[in-house]
């Protein structure tokens, strides 16, 4: 059984920082691309930032300079360092992996930035 399991969101003040984490199991981790995708309320879910296995990052314009990803291969986990958090980026944050056969998703973690 695949599983993907999101932590880390929460409430945070506008300025503050959060560090989500994505722990899978039951894939060959190093074989897939994990991509951090957020969804608002009324809005289509975008991509936030991706990092393939061999490490290489992209961000979307809106958080480059503000998020990080990085991933423990050997942990099978994935984080998204988020600083300088606006009211803009809350949102349900979902962990994706995704290789030339397969695409899962984890069940979401909720992000709320107050101003």
């Known amino acids: 059984q695949v599983l993907l399991v999101e932590s880390g969101g929460g409430l945070v003040q506008a300025g503050g920082s959060l560090r989500l984490s994505c722990e899978a199991s039951?894939?060959?981790?190093?074989?897939?691309?994990i991509n951090w995708y957020r969804q608002s309320p009324g809005k289509q879910r975008e991509l936030v930032a991706s990092?393939?296995?061999?490490?290489?990052?992209n961000y979307a314009a809106s958080v480059k300079g503000r998020f990080t990803i990085s991933r423990d291969n050997a942990k099978n986990t994935v984080s998204l360092q988020m600083n300088s958090l606006k009211p803009e980026d809350t949102a349900v944050y979902y962990c994706?992996?995704?290789?030339?056969?397969?695409?899962?998703w984890g069940k979401g973690t909720l992000v709320t930035v107050s101003s």
């Open positions: 039951g894939i060959t981790f190093s074989t897939f691309v």
């Open positions: 990092i393939t296995n061999g490490g290489d990052t």
């Open positions: 994706n992996a995704k290789n030339w056969i397969h695409d899962y």
